[in-house]
């Protein structure tokens, strides 16, 4: 069955994340008070509701409340971000994740009840700063303390060797996950398990801290 997934704000952030949790098969709703958004978002196939996220009858009606994630992605309007996540926690929504818009917000967000908190803005500025400290090629993940999940284009070095993760491992101290290669106007994926043969402008995502992941890319990575 098609995870139900609705979401309060038909925005930019809204609609793009209905656009995506479609292409994953799931079942969604956007609710939102403009007339004029609802319509222009039907019209472009998906399925949305004129309604007041702040109305207490219309979350029912519409169904947020029976959904197994609401999505409180209402943007510059903070008030009606924390009625919205108020009244579903009250309501005991499945599940509730509430975007903030900074750092005050996401406390009193917190402080709901809100099951997670995302601040979109400050995330993306994070990983921005992440690859512009290290000068990475690709994105950078926090996993856990100092360790990242990089993203890194193979250069020259590594072009028709075999990968060998616990090679690797041993000689830069981080561990191979997945590698992404072209064939012809796709791209396939694979598991680092599998040993692929690698070329260059492969893409390669290895776990290992900060200053491991950039002396692998510095010297696996493209030439510069």
């Known amino acids: 069955m098609a995870k139900r997934i609705f979401i309060l704000g038909g925005g930019r952030f809204g609609t793009h994340l209905a656009t995506r949790l479609c292409e994953f098969g799931c079942e969604v709703v956007i609710g939102d008070d403009n007339a004029e958004r609802v319509k ?6 998906f399925h949305a509701v004129e309604m ?3 109305d207490e009858t219309g979350l029912k009606e519409a169904g947020a409340l029976d959904a197994d ?3 409180v992605a209402i ?5 009606a971000s924390i009625l919205a996540t108020l009244m579903l926690k009250q309501h005991q929504a499945k599940r509730v994740i509430s975007r903030a818009l900074n750092a005050k917000h996401a406390q009193v967000l917190d402080r709901l009840g809100a099951d997670e908190i995302i601040l979109p803005v400050r995330d993306m500025a994070y990983r921005l700063a992440e690859r ?4 990475a090629g690709g994105e950078r993940y926090t996993v856990a303390g100092e360790y990242h999940l990089g993203e890194i284009v193979l250069g020259p070095k590594l072009d028709g060797l075999t990968l060998d993760p616990a090679g690797l491992h041993d000689e830069y101290a981080v561990n191979a996950v997945l590698v992404k290669q ?4 796709k791209a396939v994926v694979r598991e680092a398990a599998e040993r ?3 070329r260059g402008g492969d893409v390669i995502w290895v776990i290992g801290t900060r200053e491991k992941l950039n002396a692998f890319e510095r010297d696996c990575g493209p030439v510069r």
């Not at 222009?40 to 196939?45: H, K, N, P, T, Y």
């Not at 512009?132 to 000068?135: E, K, L, Q, T």
């Not at 072209?182 to 106007?185: D, L, N, P």
């Open 40 to 45: 222009d978002l039907a019209a472009e196939g």
């Open 52 to 54: 007041d996220a702040n």
């Open 69 to 71: 994630v609401t999505v």
């Open 75 to 79: 943007g510059e309007n903070m008030q």
């Open 132 to 135: 512009i400290r290290d000068d």
């Open 182 to 185: 072209a064939k012809g106007t």
């Open 196 to 198: 692929p043969s690698l």
